[in-house]
């Protein structure tokens, strides 16, 4: 898959997740055949204003490349600002998140909001091209903001007349959030009404759900989100080679690769993540009382010890 100047190995990419998708998951999706990973989602406005809590969220590993981070904001400046920045310079490409359904995104005009502003989308897009020296820029969008106004085409046009090489289509209205059935029509309508890329996500959690968007839709890539967290091995299984998983071992080494953060910050974020790793296995109720309950990293992976019980 090539997007832009940009050749991936192939068709499948982890979506930023916030909460989620930090250093650790995505170096694992990463090792597990995952072609292109992107950070949490990054303020323009953070950056601007030299907020010192962006640091962490873009931070990567060597084996993250090409790589990619995911700004988010509704000020054309501030975001072609924030592209042109030295901290973002390392990164291959940049993806403008319009499709993020939170309150308080959209509250400020960001997110999903931007889905009822094609002008504005325009003007953001271009912005940001301008600023990036080159490399690809990208958006995430939704199927549009409400069920009565799909207008995800409309948005998509927009993008690529601003200059986007590429436009990841989540299958949701933002009122949907993350419930309901995804909409794989609108998917394929977007595919069929611009010349760049179109990456099809929501609800890939397996082979059969990447063949559905894969050939439903026509896309060019599969973005996998929630079907990520706790299983950074679905990219293995979606690619249909062979893998070795060990769960515990798998979790150890998202640990490890935490490493850059202090100690109780990796503690409490990946308690989130244990539950989504033990999700469904025996003893996994008791995993993840002891693993809420950890006030160090020593009672964490004692939690973890619970795991081998499970075979």
């Known amino acids: 898959m090539k997007i832009g100047?940009?050749?991936?190995?192939?068709?499948?990419?982890?979506?930023?997740?916030?909460?989620?998708?930090?250093?650790?998951?995505?170096a694992l999706c990463r090792r597990y055949g995952a072609a292109l990973t992107f950070t949490e989602m990054?303020?323009?406005?953070?950056?601007?204003?030299?907020?010192?809590?962006?640091?962490?969220?873009?931070f990567t590993h060597a084996e993250e490349s090409p790589k990619g981070v995911q700004l988010f904001g509704s000020q054309p400046e501030i975001v072609a600002y924030a592209v042109a920045m030295k901290e973002l310079s390392g990164f291959d490409i940049i993806d403008i998140n319009m499709g993020c359904p939170v309150p308080k995104i959209v509250r400020n005009g960001e997110g999903s909001a931007l889905m009822t502003d094609p002008g504005l989308v325009y003007e953001i897009m271009k912005a940001a091209v301008s600023a990036a020296g080159g490399r690809p820029v990208?958006?995430?969008?939704?199927?549009?903001?409400?069920?009565?106004?799909?207008?995800?085409?409309e948005v998509a046009q927009a993008l690529e007349q601003g200059g986007a090489s590429a436009v990841t289509v989540h299958g949701r209205t933002r009122d949907m959030y993350y419930g309901g059935k995804v909409d794989l029509d609108i998917i394929k309508q977007v595919k069929l009404a611009i010349k760049i890329p179109v990456i099809g996500n929501g609800d890939v959690t397996d082979k059969q759900?990447?063949?559905?968007?894969?050939?439903?839709?026509?896309?060019?890539?599969?973005m996998v989100a929630r079907g990520a967290i706790g299983r950074p091995q679905?990219?293995?299984?979606?690619?249909?080679?062979?893998?070795?998983?060990?769960?515990?071992?798998?979790?150890?080494?998202?640990?490890?690769?935490?490493?850059?953060?202090?100690?109780?910050?990796?503690?409490?974020?990946?308690?989130?993540q244990v539950a989504f790793y033990v999700k469904g296995r025996k003893n996994a109720k008791i995993i993840k009382e002891k693993s809420f309950a950890a006030e160090s990293m020593a009672e964490l992976k004692d939690a973890l010890e619970l795991i081998d019980r499970i075979y």
């Open 234 to 272: 679905i990219f293995a299984e979606l690619a249909g080679g062979e893998f070795e998983f060990d769960l515990k071992e798998t979790i150890l080494t998202h640990i490890a690769l935490l490493n850059h953060l202090p100690e109780r910050v990796v503690t409490n974020n990946m308690k989130k």
């Open 138 to 153: 990208s958006a995430k969008i939704r199927a549009g903001f409400t069920d009565r106004d799909k207008n995800a085409v």
């Open 5 to 26: 100047s940009l050749e991936l190995k192939n068709n499948l990419l982890l979506a930023p997740i916030a909460g989620f998708s930090d250093a650790g998951m995505r």
């Open 42 to 58: 990054v303020s323009a406005k953070g950056l601007y204003y030299k907020n010192e809590n962006t640091k962490d969220l873009l």
């Open 209 to 222: 759900s990447y063949l559905r968007m894969t050939e439903q839709c026509g896309v060019d890539g599969v």
